[in-house]
């Protein structure tokens, strides 16, 4: 029991390093920064990760500013719950819903799926990713990959026919699914699918701005398309109905996993399929998105494998096969 101590809130922003660098359309990285709020009671800490993304309005060092500025309210008993209505969608409250999850499980000593009232998770297969290159070096980054049954490959326009056709040549027996990461446009829409067709991808990621995607209704789709720059939390799900086929769920984007579920829920009903993503983040950040794949067609939480060095103690990666958490992990 941890009742009759004070709560502390600590936040700070940390800095991965990237095993080589890592490329999209909108640019390469070498290290992943992100933040870490803790809630404590006692000898109890409850703690969350988020990645802010520029792409989004977010920083690091605003997110910790949103985050020190609920310093009272916590202090004040602001819950969970009360949380969803104080803050935004967004990284930094991804990190604090997070943060409580862990804590109302570590302070009760049950897990986090017993108390929400869900299954507990099981190991899932999670997607690779292929850093955006020339056709030959994506080439060689899959040949190495080829033995994984889920790689992720990044598209950014132009050539993008080339580079799926050599991806798919050096990895026969991989599904294979692509984000364009907003790069297409309407007038390379249809060809470009149609590439990813004769290539037998199973899903195209965000291939127009998001925003700009109204193309997306008025084509055959020969491939399933998945929303993810497009779509963040439940109230952006309705207008995508014509246009996507599936969404990417990232906490990073609902806010935590508390809207990560029930939009999840919502998603499904609306007849979207589901893909449970994530940003370059430590284990710290995929363990509570692991309830999520549970309810997932695609399974994106290969952060971890993308680092130079994992957090201690992090998740259990068996090749593409991740675990579910351990409790001194989170949850
Ligand atoms: C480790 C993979 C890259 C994670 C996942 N498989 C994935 O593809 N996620 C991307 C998100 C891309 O991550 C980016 C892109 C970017 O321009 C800037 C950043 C990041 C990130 O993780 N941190 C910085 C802010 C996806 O699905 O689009
Ligand atoms: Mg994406």
Redesign the pocket.
């Known amino acids: 029991m941890t009742s009759g101590l004070s709560r502390k809130f600590a936040v700070s922003i940390e800095r991965w390093p990237i095993a080589g660098a890592?490329t999209?359309s909108?640019?390469a990285?070498t290290e992943?920064?992100t933040v870490v709020a803790a809630v404590s009671q006692g000898d109890c800490t409850g703690r969350g990760e988020c990645?802010?993304?520029?792409?989004y309005g977010e920083t690091a060092e605003a997110t910790l500013e949103a985050l020190n500025a609920m310093q009272e309210p916590l202090a004040e008993g602001l819950d969970r719950a009360a949380l969803q209505a104080a803050m935004p969608a967004g990284a930094a409250r991804n990190a604090l819903d997070c943060a409580l999850l862990d804590f109302e499980a570590k302070s009760s000593g049950q897990r986090i799926w017993t108390l929400l009232g869900r299954p507990a998770p099981r190991p899932c297969t999670t997607?690779f990713?292929i850093s955006l290159g020339t056709p030959e070096a994506m080439a060689s980054a899959t040949a190495k990959a080829a033995h994984r049954p889920l790689l992720?490959i990044?598209l950014g326009g132009d050539g993008d026919d080339a580079r799926i056709a050599a991806v798919r040549k050096a990895a026969p027996e991989s599904e294979l699914i692509v984000?364009a990461?907003e790069a297409w446009t309407a007038d390379n829409l249809e060809y470009l699918l149609a590439a990813c067709a004769n290539a037998g991808v199973t899903l195209v990621?965000q291939p127009l701005p998001a925003g700009r995607d109204e193309a997306l209704a008025r084509i055959k789709r020969p491939v399933a398309v998945c929303a993810?720059e497009s779509v963040h939390d439940r109230a952006s799900l309705e207008g995508l109905r014509t246009r996507y086929d599936a969404v990417?769920i990232k906490l990073d984007k609902t806010g935590g996993l508390t809207e990560a579920l029930a939009m999840a829920d919502a998603a499904q009903t609306l007849g979207f399929e589901i893909m449970i993503?994530?940003?370059?983040?430590t284990s710290l950040a995929m363990a509570p998105a692991m309830l999520l794949a549970q309810q997932a067609r695609f399974v994106?939480l290969?952060?971890p494998l993308?680092l130079a060095r994992d957090r201690d103690g992090g998740l259990r990666y068996d090749g593409s096969l991740v675990y579910p958490p351990e409790a001194a992990l989170w949850g």
């Open positions: 890592f999209i909108r640019g990285k992943a920064v990645v802010p993304y520029p792409r997607a990713t992720k990044k984000d990461n990621e993810d990417n993503g994530c940003m370059v983040a994106d290969d952060g993308l």
